[in-house]
């Protein structure tokens, strides 16, 4: 049976939204003909820590860092990438994807493709980017740095 990795940016378990809520939807639909797993963003878990949703749906949970303002400034400019593009790119996400034996991997949005594009299996498994939702930062709820990046 193909495997699917979703890569979402919320803990699906500890977190809600339209976001999450969506998530979900698509995580279910899919797993009524993929076997289904879950790498999810969290400030509430440990690094790693694993355990299994509904439905049987194994869920590895990877640190969100938090926030540092000036360090993603300073990313955003020298790697010439979007402030939330470089805030969602994490080496601890990499280690996670790389030790997926999933066979598609689905990114929740744009930002979440930047770990497995720096990940061992890019070039090797496919990459399918859910953009359902295509302003996740903008300038209302994100702040200075948001509104410096935001279009005018």
Known sequence: MTKVEFL???DPVHEHGGDVALSNVMIGLAAKNFDVSVICLSKQRAANETE?????????????????????LAGATRRRRSLV???????????????????????????????????????????????????????????????VEAPG
Not at 53 to 71: E, S
Not at 115 to 141: E, I
């Open 8 to 10: 979402l940016a919320k």
């Open 85 to 147: 593009h470089v805030r969602f790119d994490i080496d601890n996400l990499v280690a996670a994807i790389d030790r997926s034996d999933a066979d598609i991997f689905v990114a929740q949005h744009s930002y979440m493709a930047e770990s497995f594009l720096r990940s061992s299996l890019f070039g090797k498994r496919s990459l399918v980017v859910d953009t359902t939702s295509v302003r996740p930062w903008c300038a209302r709820d994100r702040g200075l740095l948001g509104r």
């Open 52 to 72: 299994f949703l509904q439905a049987g749906l194994h869920l590895t949970a990877v640190a969100k860092p938090p926030i540092r303002p000036l360090n993603l």
